[in-house]
């Protein structure tokens, strides 16, 4: 699933193509890739709009229009977003086409049919819950050490919980975690306030290197021009399992926690 870096990164390659386009028409291919309102009127609700603003949230893209609603969007594990010419073909995946006056489509494929469309009043009405972005000050030691307090989940659940912390998921938490050597089945208020600030200060670091890398393609995620991101090649611990330790050369383990494939140094995270 993409996540923070990756998001940031299709937003800002999809902002020039987007931004004062108005929206001449929208045609849904798939009706439950739009979560809200039902089609016909987010169909009608779309017609003539132009996205004034373009924002992140989490995990989600939000577009501001003219008429003071929000369409957001959420890739989950496969979406992908494209402006293309409008005589290219439908690939097998397009759920959702915005019609654009000047004859380009902004097209959302997904193979995998989790990605969700929300045209809303308010973003709090689907990101309302969202705990703070993790790059921004509102995160920091003395936040995470309030949220983990007397908390027995382990510490990769909690940092995967979008109500403590928006925008991360399983590649960034394993990363984040290994560089501030802590074992992601410690629980959350085991933690010492010196491992809190390590942990914050890994989280902040591990996604600007991210960005600046333009994300990770392991598999799916893609830039809108189909441009892969190159942070894979830093990725230290997350699907590298068996290969060296890139600190002391133990073998990488692999276990399942809350459901979701994690992997960790044994040696470096006790």
């Not at 086409?97 to 045209?119: S, T």
């Not at 208020?189 to 809190?196: H, M, V």
């Not at 390590?198 to 600007?208: D, N, R, S, W």
Request: proline share 7%; with cysteine.
């Amino acid at each position: 699933m993409p996540e923070l870096p990756e998001v940031q990164t299709i937003l800002d390659a999809l902002a020039p193509l987007i931004l004062d386009r108005e929206i001449h028409s929208a045609t849904v291919l798939w009706p439950p890739v739009v979560d809200r309102p039902e089609q016909t009127l987010f169909i009608a609700w779309m017609q003539g709009r132009r996205v004034v603003d373009v924002r992140r949230r989490g995990k989600y893209m939000l577009f501001r229009l003219d008429d003071a609603r929000w369409l957001l969007m959420h890739l989950r594990m496969t979406g992908k977003v494209r402006v293309t010419d409008a005589a290219a073909p439908l690939r097998p995946h397009d759920r959702l086409i915005f019609h654009l006056n000047d004859g380009r489509e902004w097209r959302f494929e997904d193979q995998r049919k989790f990605g969700r469309v929300y045209l809303v009043e308010s973003p709090d009405e689907v990101i309302g819950k969202l705990g703070p972005e993790p790059l921004s000050d509102a995160f920091d030691a003395d936040y995470l050490t309030h949220k983990l307090a007397r908390r027995t989940a382990p510490i990769k659940s909690l940092l995967l919980d979008q109500r403590i912390v928006a925008g991360i998921g399983n590649i960034y938490a394993d990363e984040s975690l290994f560089r501030a050597r802590i074992h992601p089945l410690r629980p959350g208020g085991s933690l010492t306030q010196e491992e809190i600030a390590m942990l914050v200060e890994a989280v902040k670091a591990v996604l600007a290197q991210a960005l600046a890398e333009m994300g990770t393609t392991l598999q799916d995620y893609r830039r809108p021009d189909g441009s892969v991101g190159a942070f894979q090649n830093s990725l230290q611990v997350f699907r590298r399992t068996g290969e060296p330790c890139p600190s002391c050369g133990a073998p990488i383990r692999r276990i399942v926690v809350g459901g979701r494939s994690t992997h960790f140094c044994p040696r470096e995270q006790r």
